[in-house]
T-cell receptor, first 114, second 115 residues
Framework: NAGVTQTPKFQVLKTGQSMTLQCAQDMNHNSMYWYRQDPGMGLRLIYYSASEGTTDKGEVPNGYNVSRLNKREFSLRLESAAPSQTSVYFC?????????????FGPGTRLTVL | AQKITQTQPGMFVQEKEAVTLDCTYDTSDPSYGLFWYKQPSSGEMIFLIYQGSYDQQNATEGRYSLNFQKARKSANLVISASQLGDSAMYFCAMREISGNTPLVFGKGTRLSVIA
């Protein structure tokens, strides 16, 4: 059981380049999330998808787009990378029901934009 | 809007001692969930404990317990018998259940366990 997987683990981009961060979960969860983590800022929500076919903006959506390709996969795209997007990106999925509520995180992608 | 506050940027504790990490929250939703996560230096986010706003008893998971004081809007994490491996960042988070909102995180507390 792989849980939440993310690719790549590390990436270096030049300003203006584009890339897509991939995320997949094999736990049949409905909700998936993308966060970024910057020093001293905790985790901030970029976008989320409450169910297949829906996406919503979080706290810091500017400069990003997302696609909920199917129930398993939720990708994050940077169309024109900027140095301010240097961060660690976490994908997560949510288990809810029977009095439980747990959000599982992937291992993270460390992105540097030069 | 929901808000989480962790006022302790860093904490030190002696090995085998207990430590309390503070967390206060603000919400107008009567139905919410409170969470604690651990982030070791390796970077992964590890779920520790969950408390629902209607739960009558404080949540416990092994050496972790959540001191839930609803009237004070606090959800402090208590780690008993600290171990060197407990050294990490700890994040408090909250979700409003009624609005099915995403988790909102505090800025974290760095715990260092001293031998």
């Amino acid at each position: 059981n792989a849980g939440v997987t993310q690719t790549p683990k590390f990436q270096v981009l030049k300003t203006g380049q584009s890339m897509t961060l991939q995320c997949a979960q094999d736990m049949n969860h409905n909700s998936m999330y993308w966060y970024r983590q910057d020093p001293g800022m905790g985790l901030r929500l970029i976008y989320y998808s409450a169910s297949e076919g829906t996406t919503d903006k979080g706290e810091v959506p500017n400069g990003y787009n997302v696609s909920r390709l199917n129930k398993r996969e939720f990708s994050l795209r940077l169309e024109s990378a900027a140095p301010s997007q240097t961060s660690v990106y976490f994908c997560a999925s949510r288990l809810q029901g029977a009095g439980r509520d747990t959000q599982y995180f992937g291992p993270g992608t460390r992105l540097t934009v030069l | 809007a929901q808000k989480i506050t962790q006022t302790q940027p860093g904490m030190f504790v002696q090995e085998k001692e207990a430590v309390t990490l503070d967390c206060t929250y603000d919400t107008s939703d009567p139905s919410y969930g409170l969470f604690w996560y651990k982030q070791p230096s390796s970077g992964e986010m590890i779920f520790l404990i969950y408390q629902g706003s209607y739960d009558q008893q404080n949540a416990t998971e092994g050496r972790y317990s959540l001191n839930f004081q609803k009237a004070r809007k606090s959800a402090n994490l208590v780690i008993s018998a600290s171990q060197l491996g407990d050294s990490a960042m700890y994040f408090c988070a909250m979700r409003e259940i009624s609005g099915n909102t995403p988790l909102v995180f505090g800025k974290g507390t760095r715990l260092s366990v001293i031998a």
